[in-house]
C-alpha cells in the first residue's frame, strides 16, 4: 500500500534540528545563547509531532492488518500477510547493474520500532531541558539530538538496506557529534572519533555484506527490504542458496552484515567503543547508547530475518557471540565503580542476550526484548542521569550512597528499571528476558542456556550492587556535595516517571504467561514468522515452562540475595589509589587490548615506515637525480675558458673537426 | 648564365673563411658583428647557386630561403647592436676579452 | 663571357672587401668594406638570374642593416677611438681554424661534379611570391614566414627593452657591475 | 558559441583582471568576482545542452608533416561538469584567496583566471593537439600561484611541481609528435586516394589510427599516455611534488590542483586513456588496479602521520583519487558514473577544505595542527563549513562523496576481487581517522595558541561563496542523477568524425 505521509516522520525532526542549529549558529556570539524556551519548545516539539504520526500509523497498520487477517479467515485462508505501507521517492541511482530506489516503508517491525523510538525520543528531549538548562550550547545539543532522531528514524523506516545504511551512518554521527559533546575535554573527544572509527569497521563489513548479498540476488532482484524477502522466501531459491558457492557467499554475507551488527551494537569483537561513549552527556547514553542506537543491529537482523535463516552457520555464531558478550560485559559491570559504565556494560549484555535470541531462532523475542530494554535502561540511565545531576557531576558510585531518602523519586524509578532488568516478577525483564531463556532452551542446547542464566545471576548481582552502592548503604557523599542534593526539576521527574512505569508494564504487550496476551508477537508475526517457522519448525514439543521459570526466578532472586550477602554487609572496599585492581583492569580492558595488537600498532607501525622511510626514499630519488644533473653541469663548465674568442674558436674548430669526420667517413666507406 | 657553379661556391668559401677569421680573430665585438654578417652573405651566396642546380620550382625554394636569412640578420644585428651598446655602456670597452664573467 | 668578367671582378671586390674586413684597424673601416663586399655579391646575385635578391641585398643589407651598424659605431666612436688591437696570436690562430674551413669547403667543391641547370627559373618577384605564398597546396614557407615575423617583433621589443633604461637614467659603470 | 566562450572568456577575464583599474586590492576582488559570476553563467548552461561540438577550425598544418593542428572543441556531460566545477571553484578560491594575496590581487585573480581557462580547454578539446596544448599550459599559472603567493618552501614546491609535470608530459610530447607523423598516411589508406590527405589527431580520429599502430608501438604509446596522467593525479611513487605543492602554495592554488588539475588527470584516463587504447587498458587492468589500491592505501597511512593541516588534506587526495583509478580499471559502467561523480564530489570538498584550511593558517599563522585548537568556539560559521566538508570527503551517506564510494567499491568488488575492495574499504576507515583527527584538532579542545582579542569568523562573502558548495554536495549525495547521467553519454562515438576527411576530399576535387 502507497503512503504519502512516511516522509513527515524524519523530516520534522529534521527541521527541529535545522531550527535549532541555526538558532544555536547565529547566537554564537552573544553572551548566553539563544532563548531557552524557544529553542526547548522547538526541540521537543517536532519528535512529539513525529510520534504522533507513528502512533496514528501504528493504529491505522493494526486496522488493517486486522481486517485483512479476518478476510483471510473469512475465506479459510491460513495466511500471514504482510501489510506494508511502501513511499518509492526517488531513484537514487541507477548504473549498471546497481538500481537502487530512495524510498521508505513502514511495516509491523518498523512500526514497533519507530513508536519507542519517538516516543523515547521525545522524552528525553524533554528530558533534557532540565539536564542541559545550566550549559551554554543546549540549543546545539538538541539540535544533534533531533538530528539523530531524524537518522535513526531513517533507519529504521529505509525500504532497503543502502537507505537504512545511510541512517546508519547517519547514527552513528551523531553519536560521535553527541559523545564528543564537552569537546574541550580531549578525552571526551578521542572516545567519540573511537566510537565512530570503531562502528566504521563494522559499516565496512555491512557493506560487503550488501556487495555479497547482490551478488546472489543479481541485478533483476529490487534490491529492498519486500525484493529480498520475497526473493528468500522462495523455496526454490532457499533450495539454491543452501548448498555450493552460493551457501559459501551466503554465509560470508551474513557474517559481513553481522560484522556491522557487532559494531553498532558493541558485541565481541566490536564492543569497546560503548563504555567510551558513556563520556557524552547523560541522556545522550539514555536515548543512543542503551535505547535505539545500539538496538539497531537485532532491527536489521530481524529486518534481514528471511536471509540469516538460510545461513545457519551465521546463525550459531551470532548466538555464540551473543551468549559470549553477555557473558563478559555481565561480569565486567560487576567490577565497575563508575555508575555510567555498569549501566554501559549492563547495555552490552542486555544486548548479547538479544542476539543470543535471534541466533537461536527468536527473532520476535530478541526485538521483544529491545522493546522492553528501551523502557527500563532508559529509565536507569536518566535515574543515573538525575543522581550525576543532583550530585555535581559525581559519577563515582564509591562516593554515593543513602540517596533513597534524598532523591525519593529518582529512587523510585530506579528501582522500576531495577526490578524490571533482574527479572522479577512483572516486570519488563521478566517477560523478555524470560522468554529468551525459554527460546534458548528450545532450539540453541543447554550450555547456551547454562551461560544464559548464569549471565542473568550475574545481572541481578550487579544491578543490585549499584542500588545498594547508590541509595541503601550508609551515605559516602561529600558532605559538602551532600548540602546541595536536590530532587530535578519537572521536565526531567516526568519522563523518570512515564519511562519507569514503562518498565513495569512493557512486558505486558507478550506477557506469555497470562493467555491471548500476545499483541507483540502477532504483530510482529508477518514479517519475521516465515523465517522462524523455517528454522524452527512446527514446535513439536512444548517446552518444560513451569521449570525454566522457576529457574529464572531462582537465578534472580539468588543474584539479589548474593549481592546483598557481599556488600550490604562489607559495603566497599576502597583502594588507595581509587583505580580498579589489576585483574579487573585487564578483563574490563581486554578488548581494547586486542584491538591494539590486531589492528590500531600495526598501522601505525606502518604508516610509521611509510613516512620516515619510503617518503625521504623517494625525496632522496628526486635530489639524486638532481645532483646528477648538477654534476654534469660542474663538468661542463670545467670545460669552458673564460676568453670569448677562444671558446668560439673551439666551437668552430668543433664544426670543423665533426665536418671532417664526416668526409672521412664518407670517403672510407665509398 | 655561363657563370660555373663551382666558382660560385668557391668565392663562397672564401668569403665565409675570411667572415669567420674576422669574427674568430678579432677582440672588437664590431669586427666580430660584422664578421658574422659576410658568414650569413655566404651562405646566401651558396643557398643561390646550388638553387640552380635544380629544376623547376623547387629551385625557387632556394631563393626564398635567403630572404629569410637577410630577415634573421636584420634581427640578429638590431639585437645585437642594442646588447653591444649595453655592454659598452656597462664596461667602457668592447674587448671580448674583457668579458670573461660568463663562467663565474 | 661577359657575364664571367664581371662575376671576375665583383669576386675580387668582394674577397678584397673581405679581407679588408679582417684587417681593418678601424671599426668603421671594416663596415664600409662590409658595405663593398654587399653590393658587389648584389652583383653577382643580379648575373645569376636573381633580380628580386639582388635588390634586397642593396636595400635591406647594404642600406638598412649596414646603415644601422655605421650609426652605431659612429655614436660609441664620438668619445674615444676604438682602442683594441688588431690582429694577436689568438687572432692568427682563429685564422688558422677558418682558413681550414675554407680549405675544407674548396676540397669538398672540387670533388663535386654539378652542372647549372638551363631550365631553372629567373628569381622574379613574382615567382618568389607564389612560393611564399602558394595559393594551392601546401607549403611550410607561410609557417616560416609567420615564425620569421615573429623573430623581427621579438628582436625590436628586444633591443627597445635592452637600450630604454640607458635612456632615462644616466650611464654609471658602477650601477651594473 | 558556448563553447568558444568557455575557454576564452577566462582568458579575457584573465587579461580584464590584470589592467583592471582598481586602486586597491578590495576593489580588484570585486572587479575579478564579477569576471567569475559571468563565467559561470556562461558555463552553467553547458550542463543543459548535452553533447555538443564547434566546427572544426584548422589552424594551420603540420609542415613536411601534413597533420592538421585543429581548434576543435566537443563537449558531454563529464566535461561540461568539470568546467561548472572550475567555474564554482573559482569564486570560491577568488573570494578566499583575498588573505593570501594580500596587495597582489590582480595579478593572483589574473593567473586564477588563466588557469581555469586551460583546464577548461583541456577538457573541451577533442583534438589530442589542443589537449596536449593545454593540458601543458595548466602547470604555467599553477606554477607561477605556487612560486609567487607560496609559503616558506614555495620555490622548492614549484621546482619539484614542474620537474614532475614535464617527467610526465615530455614523454606524452614526443607519442603526439610520432602519432602526428603517422596520421595522414592513415587517411591515405583509409580513402585510398591519390592526392595527399591531410591526418588529424582528433580523438575519433585517432581510435581508428592507433588500431592501425603495432601493438609495440601502442604499448609504448599506452605508457607514455599513462605516465603522464599518472604524474598529474598523481599516484604512489609519482606523489612527491604533491604535498609540497598542496602544501607550500597558496591555499587557493592547492584548492584548484586538487580540485580542477587533478581531475584532468582522471578526466584523461575516461576520455582519452582507455577509450583510444582499449586493449592495452585490458591487459595492464590487473596493475593498474593494484597500483590504484596501493596509491589509496599509502594516501592513508602517510596522512595518518601528517602534523600540517594541508599536508594531511594533500595525502587524503591522494588516497580518494587512487580508488578512482583502481575503479576505473574494471571497465564497469558503476565504476565510470563512480568515478564521475568523485570527480565533482572531490573536487568540491577536497577544494573547500583546502580553502579553509587556508583561512585558518591565516588566522594562526602556522601550518601545524598542534597550534590550533577550538575553533568550533571562537569561529562557529567556519568549524561548520569545515565539519561538513571534512564529513564528505569521508563519504558520509547523504553527502556525493559516499554514492561514488559506493559505486566505485561496488565495481571492484564486481570487477576485481574481494581482497581489493577490503584493501580499499580499509582505507575508507582510515580515512576516518585522519580526517576526525585533524576535525578534532582544528575544532576542538582547547586553544593552543592565546583566544584572539577580537572574535573572528569567516567574513559573510567567503561564507557564501563556500556554502552552494556544500549544499550542492548534499544534494547530489540525495540525488546524484545529474552527474551519473554524465557518465553515460558517449562522446567519441558522436564526434563529428568524417568531417575533417570529407573536407579535406572535397578541397582536393575542387583542386
Request: include cysteine; charge should be neutral; proline fraction near 4%.
Amino acid at each position: 500500500m502507497h503512503s504519502p505521509l512516511l516522509w513527515l516522520l524524519p523530516v520534522l525532526p529534521l527541521l527541529g534540528f535545522l531550527v535549532n542549529g541555526i538558532l544555536s549558529l547565529s547566537t554564537a556570539r552573544t553572551s548566553h545563547g539563544p532563548s531557552r524556551g524557544l529553542s526547548g519548545f522547538v526541540a521537543v516539539l517536532f519528535p512529539a509531532l513525529s510520534f504522533g504520526l507513528s502512533l496514528w500509523l501504528f493504529q491505522r497498520l493494526s486496522h488493517d492488518a486486522a481486517s485483512i487477517h479476518e478476510t483471510n479467515v473469512n475465506l479459510g485462508l491460513h495466511l500471514s500477510e504482510v501489510v506494508r505501507y511502501v513511499q518509492p521517492l526517488w531513484s537514487w541511482f541507477s548504473v549498471g547493474d546497481a538500481n537502487v530506489g530512495f524510498g521508505f516503508a513502514y511495516d509491523a517491525l518498523t512500526g514497533i520500532m519507530l513508536l519507542f523510538i519517538t516516543g523515547i525520543g521525545t522524552l528525553i528531549h524533554l528530558y533534557s531541558l532540565g539536564y542541559m538548562a545550566h550549559d551554554r550550547g543546549h540549543a546545539r545539543f538538541l539540535a544533534y539530538l533531533s538530528l539523530f532522531l531524524a537518522n535513526m528514524i531513517v533507519l529504521v523506516l529505509g525500504d532497503g538496506p543502502l537507505v537504512t545504511f545511510l541512517g546508519w551512518e547517519g547514527v552513528g554521527l551523531c553519536s560521535y557529534l553527541l559523545i564528543g559533546f564537552w569537546h574541550e575535554d580531549l578525552a571526551n573527544g578521542a572516545a567519540a572519533r573511537k566510537a565512530f572509527l570503531v562502528n566504521r569497521v563494522g559499516d565496512l563489513g555491512f557493506l560487503l555484506g550488501l556487495f555479497f548479498l547482490w551478488q546472489i540476488l543479481g541485478p533483476t532482484v529490487p534490491f529492498t527490504y519486500q525484493g529480498i524477502s520475497e526473493w528468500f522466501r522462495d523455496p526454490a531459491h532457499l533450495a539454491m542458496v543452501g548448498q555450493g558457492s552460493v551457501a559459501a557467499l551466503l554465509t560470508a554475507s551474513t557474517l559481513l552484515l553481522f560484522l556491522g551488527c557487532t559494531g553498532k551494537s558493541a558485541q565481541i569483537p566490536l564492543l569497546t567503543w560503548l563504555p567510551d561513549a558513556m563520556a557524552g552527556p547523560t541522556p545522550v547514553s539514555a536515548l543512543i547508547h542503551a535505547a535505539t542506537m545500539v538496538t539497531s543491529g537485532v532491527f536489521l537482523l530481524g529486518r534481514m530475518s528471511d536471509v540469516f535463516v538460510a545461513a545457519p552457520f551465521t546463525m550459531h555464531v551470532i548466538a555464540v557471540i551473543g551468549a559470549a558478550t553477555a557473558l563478559w560485559a555481565a561480569v565486567t559491570g560487576f567490577v565497575q565503580t563508575d555508575i555510567k559504565k555498569v549501566l554501559a556494560y549492563s547495555t552490552v549484555s542486555q544486548l548479547g542476550y538479544m542476539f543470543l535470541a535471534v541466533g537461536v531462532g527468536a527473532f520476535d523475542a530478541g526485538l521483544f526484548h529491545v522493546f522492553t530494554h528501551a523502557f527500563f535502561k532508559a529509565v536507569l540511565f536518566l535515574g543515573a542521569g538525575s543522581v550525576i545531576h543532583a550530585l555535581g557531576g559525581e559519577q563515582d558510585m564509591r562516593r554515593m550512597g543513602g540517596l533513597a531518602r534524598k532523591l525519593p523519586l529518582t529512587f523510585a524509578a530506579m528501582f522500576a528499571g531495577w526490578y524490571a532488568i533482574t527479572g522479577l516478577p512483572g516486570g519488563a525483564g521478566f517477560w523478555s528476558k524470560d522468554l529468551i531463556l525459554e527460546k534458548t532452551w528450545m532450539h540453541g542446547g543447554w550450555a547456551l542456556y547454562v551461560v544464559a542464566i548464569f549471565t542473568a545471576v550475574l545481572t541481578a548481582v550487579y544491578m543490585t550492587r549499584l542500588m545498594i552502592l547508590v541509595f541503601w548503604s550508609p551515605s559516602r557523599v561529600d558532605p559538602e556535595v551532600e548540602h546541595h542534593v536536590h530532587e530535578s526539576p519537572w521536565s526531567m521527574a516526568l519522563p523518570l516517571v512515564i519511562l519507569g512505569l514503562g518498565s513495569l508494564g512493557a512486558g505486558f504487550a507478550w506477557a506469555s504467561l497470562v493467555p491471548g496476551v500476545d499483541w507483540f508477537a502477532r504483530t510482529l508475526a508477518p514479517v519475521v514468522g516465515p523465517a522462524q517457522d523455517l528454522l524452527a519448525g512446527p514446535e513439536a514439543h512444548h517446552p518444560p515452562v513451569a521449570l525454566l521459570l522457576a529457574l529464572g526466578l531462582m537465578a534472580a532472586f539468588g543474584g539479589i540475595v548474593l549481592s546483598f550477602v557481599l556488600f550490604r554487609s562489607g559495603s566497599y572496599r576502597e583502594t588507595e589509589s581509587g583505580e580498579l585492581p589489576f585483574l579487573s583492569r585487564f578483563w574490563t580492558l581486554l578488548f581494547d587490548h586486542l584491538h591494539a595488537v590486531v589492528a590500531v600498532w600495526p598501522v601505525l607501525v606502518v604508516s610509521w615506515i611509510l613516512d620516515k622511510v619510503l617518503n625521504p626514499l623517494l625525496f632522496g630519488l628526486v635530489r639524486l637525480v638532481g645532483y646528477l644533473v648538477e654534476v654534469f653541469g660542474w663538468l661542463f663548465r670545467a670545460l669552458q675558458f673564460s676568453r670569448l674568442r677562444l671558446n668560439m674558436g673551439l666551437s668552430a674548430s668543433g664544426a670543423l673537426l665533426v665536418l671532417l669526420g664526416y668526409i672521412l667517413v664518407k670517403e672510407l666507406l665509398k | 648564365m655561363e657563370i660555373s657553379i663551382v666558382h660560385l661556391q668557391l668565392l663562397a668559401a672564401v668569403l665565409f673563411a675570411l667572415g669567420l677569421a674576422a669574427a674568430l680573430g678579432r677582440r672588437n665585438l664590431f669586427f666580430v658583428l660584422m664578421g658574422v654578417e659576410l658568414m650569413l652573405n655566404a651562405a646566401n651566396l651558396s643557398f643561390l647557386a646550388w638553387s640552380r642546380t635544380f629544376p623547376g620550382r623547387s629551385a625557387l625554394d632556394g631563393q626564398v630561403a635567403p630572404l629569410f636569412v637577410i630577415a634573421v640578420a636584420a634581427a640578429e644585428a638590431c639585437v645585437g647592436l642594442a646588447m653591444l651598446m649595453s655592454v659598452f655602456r656597462n664596461r667602457e670597452s668592447l674587448d671580448t676579452d674583457d668579458f670573461s664573467r660568463m663562467k663565474e | 663571357m661577359i657575364a664571367q668578367v664581371y662575376f671576375g671582378l665583383f669576386a675580387l671586390v668582394a674577397v678584397l672587401c673581405g679581407a679588408t674586413l679582417v684587417f681593418a684597424r678601424h671599426p668603421l673601416n671594416g663596415a664600409m668594406a662590409l658595405v663593398g663586399a654587399m653590393v658587389s655579391l648584389s652583383g653577382i646575385y643580379a648575373l645569376i638570374q636573381s633580380p628580386f635578391l639582388a635588390t634586397l641585398q642593396v636595400l635591406v643589407y647594404a642600406g638598412a642593416i649596414m646603415m644601422l651598424v655605421v650609426f652605431v659605431i659612429m655614436v660609441l666612436n664620438t668619445a674615444k677611438d676604438s682602442k683594441t688591437p688588431g690582429i694577436d696570436l689568438v687572432g692568427i690562430l682563429m685564422s688558422v681554424v677558418a682558413f681550414a674551413f675554407g680549405l675544407v669547403f674548396t676540397g669538398v667543391l672540387a670533388r663535386t661534379p654539378v652542372e647549372a641547370r638551363a631550365d631553372s627559373p629567373r628569381g622574379t618577384v613574382q615567382a618568389i611570391a607564389d612560393t611564399l605564398f602558394p595559393v594551392h597546396g601546401q607549403s611550410a614557407w607561410p609557417l616560416l614566414f609567420l615564425a620569421v615575423g615573429l623573430v623581427l617583433l621579438t628582436a625590436i621589443v628586444g633591443a627597445v627593452l635592452l637600450s630604454k633604461r640607458r635612456l632615462e637614467s644616466p650611464i654609471s659603470v658602477e650601477d651594473h657591475a | 558559441m558556448n563553447l568558444h566562450l568557455a575557454v576564452i572568456a577566462p582568458l579575457i577575464a584573465a587579461l580584464l583582471a590584470m589592467f583592471s583599474s582598481g586602486k586597491d586590492a578590495s576593489q580588484a576582488l570585486r572587479n575579478a568576482l564579477l569576471l567569475a559570476l559571468a563565467i559561470l553563467g556562461i558555463s552553467a548552461p553547458l550542463l543543459s545542452g548535452g553533447i555538443q561540438s564547434t566546427e572544426p577550425l584548422t589552424w594551420f598544418v603540420l609542415p613536411a608533416v601534413g597533420t592538421r593542428l585543429r581548434w576543435f572543441l566537443a563537449t558531454d556531460g563529464l566535461s561540461s561538469w568539470l568546467v561548472v566545477l572550475s567555474a564554482l571553484l573559482v569564486p570560491a578560491a577568488l573570494v578566499l584567496g583575498r588573505r593570501m594575496a594580500g596587495d597582489r590581487m590582480r595579478e593572483f585573480a589574473s593567473l586564477v583566471f588563466l588557469m581555469q581557462a586551460f583546464m577548461a580547454g583541456a577538457v573541451l578539446a577533442a583534438d589530442l593537439f589542443l589537449f596536449y596544448g593545454f593540458f601543458e599550459a595548466m602547470l604555467l599559472p599553477a606554477t607561477l600561484l605556487i612560486a609567487l603567493f607560496g609559503g616558506r618552501d614555495r620555490r622548492k614546491a614549484a621546482t619539484l611541481f614542474v620537474v614532475f609535470s614535464l617527467v610526465g608530459s615530455v614523454p606524452l610530447f614526443v607519442s603526439i609528435w610520432w602519432l602526428a607523423t603517422l596520421a595522414p598516411y592513415h587517411v591515405a589508406s583509409l580513402t585510398q586516394s591519390a592526392v595527399q590527405l591531410e591526418g588529424t589527431l582528433g580523438f575519433t580520429e585517432l581510435q581508428a589510427l592507433l588500431a592501425q599502430v603495432s601493438p609495440a608501438a601502442r604499448g609504448w604509446i599506452f605508457a607514455s599516455f599513462a605516465l603522464a596522467f599518472l604524474v598529474k593525479l598523481p599516484v604512489a611513487g609519482l606523489h612527491v611534488w604533491q604535498a609540497e605543492a598542496y602544501a607550500e602554495g597558496p591555499a587557493a592554488s592547492s584548492a584548484l590542483l586538487t580540485g580542477v588539475m587533478a581531475k584532468v588527470g582522471l578526466y584523461g584516463f575516461l576520455r582519452i586513456l582507455i577509450p583510444l587504447f582499449p586493449m592495452e587498458a585490458a591487459r595492464y587492468s590487473g596493475a593498474f588496479m593494484v597500483l590504484g589500491v596501493v596509491t589509496v592505501l599509502v594516501g592513508a597511512f602517510l596522512a595518518l602521520q601528517q602534523t600540517e593541516i594541508r599536508r594531511v588534506l594533500a595525502f587524503s587526495s591522494l588516497s580518494h583519487l587512487g580508488l578512482g583509478i583502481a575503479a576505473l580499471f574494471t571497465f564497469r559502467a558503476e565504476a565510470q558514473a563512480g568515478v564521475v561523480l568523485l570527480i565533482v564530489a572531490h573536487g568540491l570538498s577536497a577544494a573547500t577544505l583546502f580553502l579553509l584550511a587556508g583561512v585558518a593558517e591565516s588566522w594562526m599563522d602556522s601550518t601545524h595542527v598542534d597550534d590550533f585548537g577550538a575553533l568550533s568556539r571562537q569561529s562557529p560559521v567556519f568549524a561548520v563549513l569545515f565539519a561538513l566538508a571534512a564529513l564528505a570527503s569521508v563519504g558520509l551517506p547523504g553527502t556525493a562523496g559516499f554514492v561514488a564510494e559506493f559505486l566505485m567499491l561496488l565495481a571492484l568488488f564486481k570487477g576485481a576481487s574481494i581482497w581489493l575492495v577490503a584493501l580499499a574499504g580499509s582505507a575508507v576507515i582510515l580515512s576516518v581517522a585522519y580526517t576526525l583527527r585533524l576535525v578534532q584538532k582544528l575544532l576542538f579542545g582547547k586553544a593552543a595558541l592565546a583566544e584572539p582579542a577580537q572574535p573572528r569568523d569567516l567574513h559573510l562573502s567567503e561564507g557564501l561563496v563556500l556554502a552552494p558548495l556544500l549544499l550542492l554536495l548534499v544534494v547530489l549525495g540525495f540525488y546524484p542523477a545529474p552527474v551519473l547521467s554524465a557518465a553515460r553519454s558517449d562522446l567519441l562515438q558522436r564526434l563529428p568524425l568524417a568531417q575533417a576527411v570529407s573536407e579535406d576530399a572535397s578541397h582536393a576535387a575542387g583542386r
